[in-house]
């Protein structure tokens, strides 16, 4: 597999910034739907995901796209590709 192929195969997430408290760090909250399994009722979980900001450009409520990449830290193996919608 060529080196441009793997790096097309990262994951891609939607999500919207919680916090950008941190330095170059943005906090991505992740919204889905499942189905309970006995109730059939929908229930959306919400995943965090710590995300890669080199310019601090992102502000809270801000939607933004998020790629995986190599650890950069404990917590963070995210970076942030772009924003969508900036927050109101």
């Known amino acids: 597999m060529t080196e ?4 097309n195969a990262r994951k891609e997430k939607v999500g919207v910034v919680t916090s ?5 760090t943005i906090t991505v909250a992740v919204a889905r739907k499942v189905k309970h399994p006995k109730y059939g009722k929908f ?3 919400t995943s965090k995901f710590m995300a890669h900001d080199e310019k601090n450009e ?11 990449t ?3 830290s404990k917590d963070k193996n995210w970076r942030l590709v772009e924003i969508i919608e900036r927050a109101k």
């Open 70 to 72: 190599r650890p950069l």
């Open 4 to 7: 441009l192929a793997n790096r």
């Open 43 to 45: 229930l959306t979980m």
């Open 58 to 68: 992102c502000n809270i409520g801000d939607t933004v796209k998020i790629m995986e």
């Open 20 to 24: 950008n408290k941190m330095q170059k």
